[in-house]
C-alpha cells in the first residue's frame, strides 16, 4: 500500500487544507468546517506540521468566529481591503454576480472551494501589508456576502468599482472613493446633503 494511491488522495487534500488553514491561523471549528477532519485529528496535525517545524509561530485562537458585519465599515482602510477581498472573491470563482447581489458560488466544506478560499485570502495578503483582514473575518465577509443578509456587494453608479454596503444603513449609489470626490463640489454648491 502506498500513500500515493487514488484512494489516499482525498485524505492528503484534506490534511493539506487543513495545514493551508492552520498557517492562516483559522480556528478549529472553522478547519472542521471545510476538511470535515475532526478536533482532535486537527489538533494533532498542528503540533506534528506546524508548531514543530520552527519556522514562523503560528497562533492558535480560541473562542467563536467573528459574527459583526460592522467590523468592515469601522474605518476606510478596513472597508477599501474588504472591497477589494470581496472582489477577489468575484475573481476566483466563490462569488457569482448577477443584479447588483452576489449569489453563492461556493460549497461549504467542498476542498475545491476551501483551496480557493485559500488562494483568494493569500492574493489579498499579497496586494496589503500589514492586512487588516484576518483568515476569520475573510470567512465571515464571504459567508455574509452569500447570505445578503447585513452586507451587500454592488457596483459603484460612477466608475463601476465592486464595493460593500451595508444592508442596514443608508442606501449610498456611490464608493467611498467617488463619494469623497464628490464632497467639496457638493460644499461649493452649498448642498447639506451629499451628492
Known amino acids: 500500500m502506498r500513500v500515493s494511491d487514488d484512494r489516499y488522495t ?16 483559522a480556528r ?5 468546517q471545510w476538511t470535515g477532519l475532526s478536533d482532535d485529528r486537527i489538533r494533532k496535525l ?16 480560541r473562542g467563536k468566529s467573528p459574527r459583526q458585519a460592522a467590523f468592515f465599515f469601522r474605518n476606510s482602510e478596513v472597508h477599501f481591503q474588504a472591497a477589494q477581498l470581496a472582489s477577489l472573491f468575484l475573481l476566483f470563482g466563490l462569488l457569482n ?6 449569489r453563492l458560488g461556493f460549497r461549504l466544506g467542498s476542498l475545491e472551494s476551501g483551496a480557493l478560499l485559500c488562494h483568494a485570502y493569500e492574493a489579498y495578503r499579497q496586494l496589503h501589508s500589514p492586512a487588516r483582514i484576518s483568515f476569520e473575518h475573510a470567512w465571515f465577509l464571504l459567508s455574509a456576502l452569500a447570505r445578503r443578509d447585513e452586507i451587500g456587494l454592488t457596483r459603484c453608479r460612477e466608475c463601476g468599482e465592486a464595493w460593500l454596503r451595508d444592508l442596514f444603513g443608508r442606501q449610498w449609489d456611490l464608493c467611498t472613493s467617488c463619494a ?16
Open 180 to 195: 469623497a470626490a464628490r464632497k467639496p463640489a457638493c460644499r461649493q454648491l452649498g448642498d447639506s446633503d451629499p451628492c
Open 10 to 25: 482525498r485524505d492528503r487534500q484534506k490534511f493539506d487544507l487543513a495545514v493551508r488553514l492552520i498557517r492562516h491561523e
Open 97 to 102: 454576480e448577477g443584479m447588483n447581489a452576489a
Open 46 to 61: 498542528y503540533r506534528s506540521y506546524v508548531s514543530s517545524s520552527g519556522t514562523q509561530s503560528v497562533a492558535r485562537h
Open 28 to 32: 478549529t471549528y472553522t478547519i472542521r
